[in-house]
């Protein structure tokens, strides 16, 4: 436990959208559907999958740009806390079904009603208990003042290197804006500090008294990457940071990013859906599919040998440079489902080869199997 910096238990995020355009009913998106995952400090953990599988909105979730439905994010977690945390909110669940239960019964006793309020009094309870025992670690349990302080601790690099600069704002500005809010540094010491991040991530002093405009779209994103190391923080979410640019200039801030990952001993969640690019930087990957987390292990593991059928897929779709090598490419059928209304048992398991009865009934949980890989499938492929 003591080498993980952040730990997400069942994150749930959910949006509402019309249910057509002319209609006035709600449904609601499920974005993010119960993920759990672990990051370890200073690794790179790649978080991968196709377009609306939900790696952008866990990212954004874990600073709370988005506000979960539920879950826990973890900052510096410490065992016991879990354990007592997992136990109420297990507990919660439990009584929650049985509350739900009980209020669809179209008649009930007066033992039902009482059996009522006791159970609504019982989660409310322990929903107060688990928050106030998890709120000095958990950043989805903190209240605002305490959220502001830890918030410093997790940096996000947005993947548009072009909108996600203010325009008004010279390079020094923006830059040192976090500083300046925290209290960090201030006045000569202040431009000191941003003149050395810039240092640091390749651009000459002089480019602190210039515009956004007056840069490429590469320097941008170093000046994207200096702002998130200003506050020097333990985690920097990387959201598509090479995404929008050329090819070239890609390899110059990965490289970067590399580079800095051992100068400020940071760690990366790195989000993208260039397999080849997740590859070249992560330690470890995981990889979602619908809102889930289907499989995550060492990076050389995963790429080398995918065992859950979707990410055998996604992995069959890498170019390879050799022009002589074969590749068995798995082309799925049918289209993604909708995340408003998500297939039952296994999410996948429309699409999937290796699909049994049991797939479209119940769905599978994350389990380690012989080669270290953490997998959710109810039939996994032999490899």
């Not at 974005?31 to 790649?46: F, H, I, K, Q, S």
């Not at 640091?200 to 590469?218: D, I, T, W």
Request: aromatic share 4%.
């Amino acid at each position: 436990m003591n080498d993980l910096l952040l730990k997400v238990v069942g994150l749930k995020k959910t949006f509402p959208v019309k249910a057509s355009t002319f209609s006035a009913k709600t449904l609601m998106l499920k974005a993010v559907d119960g993920v759990d995952l672990d990051l370890r400090r200073g690794e790179t953990l790649g978080l991968v999958g196709e377009s609306g599988c939900g790696k952008t909105t866990v990212g954004r979730c874990l600073l709370r740009l988005y506000e979960p439905d539920a879950g826990r994010v973890y900052l510096n977690p410490q065992e016991d806390v879990i354990e007592q945390v997992g136990e109420l909110d297990a507990a919660v669940g439990e009584m929650s079904s049985e509350l739900s239960e009980l209020e669809s019964q179209p008649t009930k006793t007066s033992a039902d009603r009482q059996r009522l309020r006791t159970l609504k009094s019982g989660v409310l309870g322990k929903k107060k208990k688990a928050r106030d025992i998890a709120k000095a670690t958990d950043i989805l349990s903190m209240d605002r003042q305490t959220l502001k302080s830890h918030r410093r601790q997790i940096q996000l690099v947005f993947q548009d290197p072009w909108a996600s600069l203010n325009p008004h704002m010279v390079v020094k500005d923006i830059v040192g804006e976090g500083p300046r809010e925290y209290g960090t540094h201030a006045g000569r010491e202040l431009d000191l500090w941003v003149h050395e991040l810039l240092e640091k991530v390749g651009l000459p002093p002089q480019a602190a008294n210039r515009y956004p405009h007056e840069f490429s779209g590469g320097q941008r994103q170093r000046i994207g990457i200096a702002r998130s190391l200003a506050l020097t923080p333990s985690l920097i979410v990387c959201d598509e940071p090479v995404s929008a640019l050329d090819v070239s200039i890609q390899a110059q801030i990965l490289n970067l990013l590399i580079s800095l990952q051992d100068d400020f001993n940071l760690t990366y969640m790195f989000i993208a859906h260039d397999l080849s690019v997740v590859q070249y930087i992560s330690d470890r990957v995981a990889v979602m599919y619908l809102g889930k987390v289907v499989e995550t292990a060492e990076s050389s593991g995963l790429y080398a040998n995918p065992r859950h059928p979707y990410t055998q897929s996604l992995m069959s779709a890498v170019p390879v440079a050799d022009p002589d090598h074969q590749v068995n490419q798995i082309i799925l059928e049918g289209d993604v489902p909708s995340p408003v209304n998500p297939p039952s048992g296994c999410t996948f398991h429309p699409r999937c080869r290796h699909k049994i009865d049991v797939c479209a009934e119940i769905k599978p949980t994350l389990g380690k199997d012989q080669d270290g890989h953490v997998i959710s499938c109810h039939n996994p492929p032999k490899g």
